[in-house]
């Protein structure tokens, strides 16, 4: 794998087990990333951190997770300009729509691209990310065709019985 482009960060230890599907899926197409713990909440001097030296360390996507008063994406949003997914965690008390609310709804001027809740939105922010990297990466495009291709392939043209 080459240099790591992608930081995949959540907000809490809770988080990883959604979390790591987008790192799973970067696993499966050979991208390089990063892993952390990082919340606006109770590390906010680690978030600074982050943001402030992400684009120096050659870092060009950043994958976002968090559950509830969701405000690890935005606020890292704020603090780079890099792109920043974000994947908004499932809740019990709420079901993820708390997440989802409070990382869709940013102001004007600072986007955060916003998944689905849940696992299926943390395996697209992997998606998307490796998207973002295809477009000036021709060896990571032809494996995310490749993959895109199968995925079509494995689906049924009518539906089984079990
Ligand atoms: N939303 C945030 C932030 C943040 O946005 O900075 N930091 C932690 N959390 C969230 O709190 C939830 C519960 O965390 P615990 O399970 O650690 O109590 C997690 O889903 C986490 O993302």
Redesign the pocket.
């Known amino acids: 794998m080459d240099d790591i482009q992608i930081g995949i960060i959540?907000?809490?230890?809770?988080?990883w087990p959604t979390m790591r599907e987008a790192a799973d899926i970067l696993d499966t197409l050979g991208v390089a990333h990063e892993v952390r713990i990082?919340?606006?909440?109770?590390?906010?001097e680690r978030?600074w951190e982050y943001g402030a030296t992400a684009v120096d360390r050659g870092l060009k996507v950043i994958i976002a997770?968090?559950?509830?008063?969701?405000?690890?994406?935005?606020?890292m949003a704020s603090k780079t300009r890099l792109p920043v997914i974000g994947v908004p965690?499932q809740?019990k008390a709420l079901s993820g729509v708390d997440?989802l609310y409070?990382i869709l709804q940013m102001p004007r001027g600072y986007p955060v691209a916003t998944m689905a809740i849940g696992a299926g939105g943390a395996a697209n922010a992997g998606l998307l990310a490796a998207e973002i990297l295809a477009l000036s990466d021709p060896r990571l495009a032809a494996r995310l065709d490749d993959w895109r291709a199968s995925l079509s392939a494995s689906i049924p043209e009518t539906p089984q019985d079990d």
């Open positions: 959540m907000g809490s230890q809770s988080d990082v919340s606006a909440h109770r590390t906010p978030l997770g968090a559950g509830g008063a969701a405000h690890l994406p935005g606020m965690v809740t997440s409070s």
